[in-house]
Protein backbone atom coordinates (compact mmCIF):
# COMPACT_ATOMS: atom_id res chain seq x y z
CA UNK A 1 0.00 0.00 0.00
CA UNK A 2 1.35 3.38 -0.87
CA UNK A 3 2.21 5.76 2.05
CA UNK A 4 2.85 9.57 1.97
CA UNK A 5 3.92 10.93 4.97
CA UNK A 6 3.63 14.50 5.91
CA UNK A 7 6.12 15.88 8.31
CA UNK A 8 7.51 19.14 9.88
CA UNK A 9 4.42 21.41 10.02
CA UNK A 10 3.61 23.31 13.41
CA UNK A 11 3.15 27.18 14.61
CA UNK A 12 5.75 29.77 13.68
CA UNK A 13 5.87 33.41 13.94
CA UNK A 14 4.94 35.61 11.04
CA UNK A 15 8.36 35.89 9.07
CA UNK A 16 9.36 32.51 10.02
CA UNK A 17 10.13 29.88 8.23
CA UNK A 18 9.29 25.76 8.23
CA UNK A 19 10.27 22.90 5.92
CA UNK A 20 7.64 20.14 5.31
CA UNK A 21 8.89 16.63 4.45
CA UNK A 22 7.02 14.34 2.36
CA UNK A 23 8.31 10.42 2.73
CA UNK A 24 7.32 8.22 0.29
CA UNK A 25 7.13 4.61 0.55
CA UNK A 26 5.82 1.53 -1.98
CA UNK A 27 5.88 3.85 -5.03
CA UNK A 28 8.81 4.04 -7.71
CA UNK A 29 9.10 7.59 -6.54
CA UNK A 30 11.03 9.33 -9.08
CA UNK A 31 8.41 8.56 -12.01
CA UNK A 32 5.94 10.75 -9.99
CA UNK A 33 4.76 14.11 -10.57
CA UNK A 34 4.65 15.93 -6.74
CA UNK A 35 2.63 18.42 -5.51
CA UNK A 36 2.14 20.48 -2.32
CA UNK A 37 -1.44 21.65 -1.94
CA UNK A 38 -3.02 23.14 1.15
CA UNK A 39 -6.58 23.72 2.82
CA UNK A 40 -8.30 25.69 5.11
CA UNK A 41 -11.98 25.12 6.51
CA UNK A 42 -14.61 26.11 4.11
CA UNK A 43 -12.50 26.20 1.21
CA UNK A 44 -11.26 24.05 -1.19
CA UNK A 45 -7.94 22.21 -1.30
CA UNK A 46 -5.74 24.80 -3.89
CA UNK A 47 -2.07 23.84 -5.15
CA UNK A 48 0.81 25.50 -3.75
CA UNK A 49 3.57 23.86 -5.84
CA UNK A 50 4.59 21.27 -7.98
CA UNK A 51 7.95 19.76 -9.15
CA UNK A 52 7.83 17.08 -11.98
CA UNK A 53 9.46 13.90 -12.63
CA UNK A 54 11.79 16.06 -14.85
CA UNK A 55 12.40 18.51 -12.37
CA UNK A 56 10.48 21.45 -13.74
CA UNK A 57 8.81 23.78 -10.69
CA UNK A 58 5.46 25.96 -10.37
CA UNK A 59 4.75 27.79 -7.62
CA UNK A 60 1.03 29.63 -6.80
CA UNK A 61 1.33 33.45 -7.48
CA UNK A 62 0.98 33.70 -3.39
CA UNK A 63 3.55 31.38 -2.43
CA UNK A 64 6.19 32.55 -5.09
CA UNK A 65 9.47 34.25 -4.37
CA UNK A 66 8.85 32.65 -0.61
CA UNK A 67 8.39 29.14 -0.88
CA UNK A 68 10.55 26.31 -2.65
CA UNK A 69 9.78 22.91 -3.66
CA UNK A 70 12.07 19.94 -4.22
CA UNK A 71 12.83 16.44 -4.10
CA UNK A 72 15.21 13.70 -3.86
CA UNK A 73 14.50 10.99 -5.34
CA UNK A 74 17.53 8.93 -3.60
CA UNK A 75 15.50 9.26 -0.10
CA UNK A 76 11.81 9.27 -2.03
CA UNK A 77 11.30 12.69 -0.17
CA UNK A 78 9.57 15.93 -1.05
CA UNK A 79 10.10 18.94 0.53
CA UNK A 80 8.56 22.47 1.16
CA UNK A 81 10.75 24.98 2.18
CA UNK A 82 8.45 28.10 3.16
CA UNK A 83 10.17 31.29 4.28
CA UNK A 84 8.48 34.63 5.21
CA UNK A 85 5.68 33.06 6.50
CA UNK A 86 2.37 35.20 6.74
CA UNK A 87 -1.05 34.48 8.83
CA UNK A 88 -2.24 33.24 5.56
CA UNK A 89 -0.51 30.58 5.09
CA UNK A 90 -2.06 28.94 7.81
CA UNK A 91 -3.44 25.61 6.46
CA UNK A 92 -3.28 22.03 6.59
CA UNK A 93 -0.42 21.30 3.76
CA UNK A 94 -0.99 17.60 1.86
CA UNK A 95 1.28 16.60 -0.12
CA UNK A 96 0.36 14.61 -3.44
CA UNK A 97 1.78 12.38 -6.13
CA UNK A 98 0.57 11.94 -9.56
CA UNK A 99 2.02 9.42 -11.98
CA UNK A 100 -0.51 9.28 -15.45
CA UNK A 101 -0.14 6.93 -18.55
CA UNK A 102 -2.60 5.36 -20.81
CA UNK A 103 -2.63 2.86 -18.63
CA UNK A 104 -2.20 4.13 -15.16
CA UNK A 105 -3.92 6.85 -13.48
CA UNK A 106 -2.51 7.15 -10.02
CA UNK A 107 -3.07 9.85 -7.56
CA UNK A 108 -2.02 9.70 -3.95
CA UNK A 109 -2.90 11.31 -1.00
CA UNK A 110 -0.98 12.15 2.42
CA UNK A 111 -2.97 12.57 5.39
CA UNK A 112 -1.76 16.67 6.08
CA UNK A 113 0.73 18.31 8.18
CA UNK A 114 -1.31 21.59 10.16
CA UNK A 115 0.66 24.61 9.84
CA UNK A 116 -0.33 27.68 11.67
CA UNK A 117 1.06 31.12 11.19
CA UNK A 118 0.39 33.33 14.02
CA UNK A 119 2.30 35.46 16.74
Known amino acids: QVQLVESGGGLVQPGGSLRLSCAAS????????MAWYRQTPGKERERVAT???????NYAHAVKGRFTISRDNAKSTLYLQMNSLKPEDTAVYYC?????????????WGQGTQVTVSS
Open 51 to 57: ITHTQHT
Open 26 to 33: RIFFSIYD
Open 96 to 108: NAQHRTSAVNDDF
